[in-house]
């Protein structure tokens, strides 16, 4: 019997059958609505960032990066050897996307960082340095600048490949890491002075964070006082001093609820903290069972544990550490 004929049998064989009854309802298989953008949270508990639209499932890593009126954001997913830098903007009241980035989508691109002004973005590449060519066997940095017509062809800056750039300042001077001189004992925080033309060369940042542990991807805040950083692959903070210097950097993970695999915190125009997650969406009802197109729409959606974004409020995170006691 062919395929076709055992269809057409099989309907006809259950034409007077009674219609199969819709399944129960299904449990809550999507994650649980999250903190839109701008809204702002209270508490120590990270909510998922802009589901749909910044968590989309794919697996966004880094952090994502606002235009300074906050009207644009550019993020990047990663999958495997693969990563593409996303774009989402506000149109009319209405967050839009997103949409691969006008200059992305060809060679591996990510972490995308606006500079002060908002006028530039620097990310990382594969691309040919040059012109058309094979992939570059390493990530270099280039940027391209806001124009009339869009966004303008990346250009490479050699400057800025000398460690991994991770943030900005409001001064304009670019912030990495890496290990760079043969007398720092691990991974180290770099600042690269910006005088309007030109980097300078990576210098230590000024202060106590040249410690035992590995650190890594600063994020300054807006007024310049705070950065928020890895410390042997854990949160931490670090605060400006009266004489310019950063303070030994603050263990942050018991100060929220935090997991295993929270990564690349970092301050938002807003104030708020965001970072890069593995965190599971668990169901609760464990007596429906799920059906393919549920399946489906799990694996597609955020907290599938192929990383998201998470908002929260700084609050926590800042708050001075309380005097110890002394006999």
Not at 208 to 233: F, K, N, T, V, Y
Request: net charge negative; proline share 12%.
């Amino acid at each position: 019997m062919s395929i076709v004929r055992g269809v057409v049998l099989s309907v006809a064989l259950c034409a007077g059958c009674a219609p199969t009854p819709p399944p129960p309802e299904s449990p809550l298989v999507r994650p649980p609505h999250g903190a839109a953008i701008g809204e702002l949270l209270e508490g120590s508990t990270p909510q998922l960032f802009a589901p749909g639209l910044l968590s989309t499932g794919l697996g966004e890593f880094g952090r994502p990066s606002f235009a300074p009126d906050g009207e644009e954001v550019f993020f990047f997913v990663a999958d495997g050897p693969q990563s593409v830098i996303l774009r989402a903007w506000r149109e009319d009241d209405a967050w839009r996307g997103p949409e691969v980035a006008p200059f992305s989508g060809r060679y591996p691109d990510e972490w995308p960082i606006h500079a002060p002004g908002g006028e530039k973005l620097y990310f990382r590449s594969r691309r040919p340095l040059r012109g058309e060519g094979a992939l570059s066997p390493g990530f270099h940095t280039f940027v391209t600048k806001r124009t009339s017509e869009g966004w303008s062809t990346p250009r490479h800056v050699p400057a800025l490949d000398r460690c991994a750039l991770s943030a900005f300042g409001p001064d304009g001077s670019a912030w990495c890491h890496g290990r760079l001189d043969a007398e720092a004992r691990a991974g180290r925080i770099y600042v690269m002075d910006w005088d309007g033309e030109h980097f300078s060369p990576p210098r230590p940042a000024p202060g106590a964070l040249d410690g035992p542990g590995q650190e890594a991807w600063p994020s300054i805040s807006a007024d310049g006082s705070r950065m928020l950083l890895e410390l042997d692959g854990f949160p931490a903070l670090s605060r400006r001093t009266e004489h310019g210097e950063w303070s030994a950097p603050e263990p942050l993970r018991e100060r929220y609820e935090f997991a295993v695999r929270d990564l690349f915190h970092g301050f938002l125009p807003d104030g708020q903290v965001v970072f890069c997650g593995w965190r599971f969406h668990k169901r609760d009802d464990r007596e429906h069972q799920l059906s393919w197109p549920e399946i489906l729409d799990y694996q597609s959606g955020p907290q599938n544990l192929r990383r998201d974004f998470y908002v929260m409020s700084a609050a926590p995170l800042l708050a001075p550490l309380p005097a110890e006691d002394t006999p």
